[in-house]
């Protein structure tokens, strides 16, 4: 398990009890309790694809808590994607 990075000290309550938690800790959690600001930080400092893969690993757990962030989740992943592409298209 990595050391977490700077970034999650912008982002304390993610993981409350344990400020030491990995970047995988924090992206998940933030992915349970999905909100686009939240997710658009992560996907712009780790890349999208860290996030829609621990995304793909945290529905291997069908529990209920997974079930109710699957909509929010998709349909966040999916406008980040869409405004990546926008960005890079005008670039």
């Known amino acids: ?6 970034f999650w000290k912008g982002h304390r309550g993610l993981v409350w009890s344990n400020s030491a938690a990995s970047d995988s800790v924090h992206i998940r959690a933030a992915l349970v ?3 686009f600001g939240l997710l658009l930080d992560i996907a712009l400092q780790f890349g999208l694809e860290r996030l829609r893969s621990e995304w793909k690993e945290l529905q291997e757990d069908e529990t209920r808590e997974i079930m ?8 966040i992943l999916e406008h980040i994607e869409k405004g990546f592409a926008l960005a890079a298209a005008r670039n």
């Open 33 to 35: 309790r999905p909100r």
């Open 68 to 75: 109710r962030a699957r909509a929010p989740v998709e349909r």
């Open 1 to 6: 398990m990595s050391a977490p990075s700077e």
